[in-house]
């Protein structure tokens, strides 16, 4: 069945660049999507990348797409402490017009000072 | 705009209770989902619904029941609740079926 894998954790400092990886499995997948949930609270959208397209930028963030090798990537430029949250990869499931997504389990970013 | 909002908040539940979990949305979105949050299990759909009238089974549908009377809401209903159903519970809207927008969440616990 589709799956979605992530790293659990991840620890930077400050001012470094952060790279949350993920991996798909369903090739058909049209859309890709990174989201974000701060403690507390619920997701929210950060950014997402049509298959078509291997890379998109967006201020601080560029998410990466390697389709031969099902891999998506996250990279947020300067990390601040604000940034300190869960981050969930998504993919749109198999027949997904009604926009079923498949979720992550998230990686949870620590930001320190 | 409220955006998506979920009511209630926090909820305490009895093995056997029933309660019905409400979202609304002023988007005018057409698509509305119902997922759960579990420690380590990432989210889970439960239900979901294409329009107004239609609701539609998702990954771990068992032991839910959902209703899209009018298009802005869209209710969650447990009618025994069992302390498996301890969870937190999203609900979504989108206008096109790609970007999804989340409420805050409903904190329940089932004893």
């Known amino acids: 069945g589709e799956d979605v894998e992530q790293s659990l954790f991840l620890s930077v400092r400050e001012g470094d660049s952060s790279v949350i990886n993920c991996t798909y499995t369903?090739?058909?997948?049209?859309?890709l999507y990174w989201y974000k949930q701060e403690p507390g609270a619920g997701l929210q959208l950060l950014t997402y990348i049509f298959s078509n397209m291997d890379m998109k930028q967006d201020q601080r963030l560029t998410v990466l797409l390697n389709k031969k090798d099902k891999h998506l990537s996250l990279r947020i430029a300067d990390t601040q402490t604000g940034d300190s949250a869960i981050y969930f990869c998504?993919?749109?499931?198999?027949?997904?017009?009604?926009?079923?997504?498949?979720f992550g389990k998230g990686t949870k970013l620590s930001v320190k000072p | 705009n409220a955006g998506v909002t979920q009511t209630p908040k926090f909820r305490v539940l009895k093995t056997g209770q029933s309660m019905t979990l409400l979202c609304a949305q002023d988007m005018n979105h057409e698509y509305m989902y119902w997922y759960r949050q579990d420690p380590g299990m990432g989210l889970r759909l439960i239900h979901y619904s294409v329009g107004e009238g239609t609701t539609a089974k998702g990954e771990v549908p068992d032991g839910y029941n959902v209703s899209r009377l009018k298009k802005q809401n869209f209710l969650l209903g447990l009618e025994s609740a069992a302390p498996s159903q301890t969870s937190v519970y999203f609900c979504?809207?989108?206008?096109?079926?790609?970007?999804?927008?989340f409420g805050p969440g409903t904190r329940l616990t089932v004893t």
């Open positions: 979504a809207s989108s206008g096109d079926g790609y970007e999804q927008y």
């Open positions: 369903d090739s058909s997948s049209t859309y």
């Open positions: 998504a993919e749109v499931s198999h027949g997904g017009s009604q926009g079923n997504l498949i």
